[in-house]
């Protein structure tokens, strides 16, 4: 199985700053690798595919990058409404899709 | 615009079978550039992916759930379908339905249905 590591669990900040969260990947999975942005009591939202591919509608602050097995979402400057869960997702392989745990962006 | 629904009983007697279908409006489940996904998050936790279906019928399901689970596809309805059997406390969660395409992952998704399993 792969097993996806995000880091972190929680993270502190203040509108303006540039954010940086982490998902590390327990093997290779090229650049089979999506990001969602969850608020309380709402589905998850896509942001990025395929590491680094912004979806339609979702503001450019938002970035993904790749190096080997590690995985970076970036919001270049955090918004108001950016304060969410994100999550990580690997599909690698379709017999055995995982989410990584989540990293909440609280107000600081 | 691809749009979905999940709809079924909201509680479900531990022992039982958690039944759940989700509606496709706007799209096709037939559709041969896309698949559909359960994925499920129990009260506080992360989110878990159940399985896909394609519209042919093949599935591919998370290992931890395989031996409880039925997926299907109804063409005729435009919708498809969880089954899940011999439910504990622990498949208490909001379960999602959610869109795929051969070019993005789970790009659109229902807006959840509260489970809870309990006598």
């Known amino acids: 199985d792969i097993q996806l590591t995000q880091s972190p669990s929680t993270l502190s900040a203040s509108v303006g700053d540039r954010v940086t969260i982490t998902c590390r990947a327990s093997q290779s999975i090229d650049s089979w690798l999506s990001w969602y942005q969850q608020k309380p009591g709402k589905a998850p939202k896509l942001l990025i595919n395929r590491a680094s591919t912004l979806e339609s509608g979702v503001p450019s602050r938002f970035s993904g990058s790749e190096s080997g097995t590690v995985f970076t979402l970036t919001i270049g400057s955090l918004q108001p409404d950016d304060f969410a869960t994100y999550y990580c997702?690997?599909?690698?392989?379709?017999?055995?899709?995982?989410f990584g745990q989540g990293t909440k962006v609280e107000i600081k | 615009q691809v749009q979905l629904q999940e709809s079924g009983p909201g509680l479900v007697k531990p022992s039982e079978t958690l039944s759940l279908t989700c509606t496709v409006s706007?799209?096709?489940?037939?559709?041969?550039?896309?698949?559909w996904s359960w994925v499920r998050q129990p009260p506080g936790k992360a989110l878990e992916w159940i399985g896909y279906?394609?519209?042919?019928?093949?599935?591919y399901s998370n290992p931890s759930l395989k031996s409880r689970l039925t997926l299907a596809v109804d063409t005729s309805r435009n919708q498809f379908s969880l089954n899940l059997r011999s439910v504990t406390a622990a498949d208490t969660a909001d379960y999602y339905c959610?869109?795929?395409?051969?070019?993005?992952?789970?790009?659109?998704w229902g807006p959840g249905i509260l489970v809870a399993v309990s006598s």
């Open positions: 279906i394609y519209y042919s019928g093949s599935t």
């Open positions: 997702q690997q599909y690698k392989t379709y017999s055995h899709v995982t």
């Open positions: 959610a869109a795929s395409s051969t070019s993005k992952q789970m790009y659109v």
């Open positions: 706007g799209g096709s489940v037939s559709s041969v550039t896309h698949y």
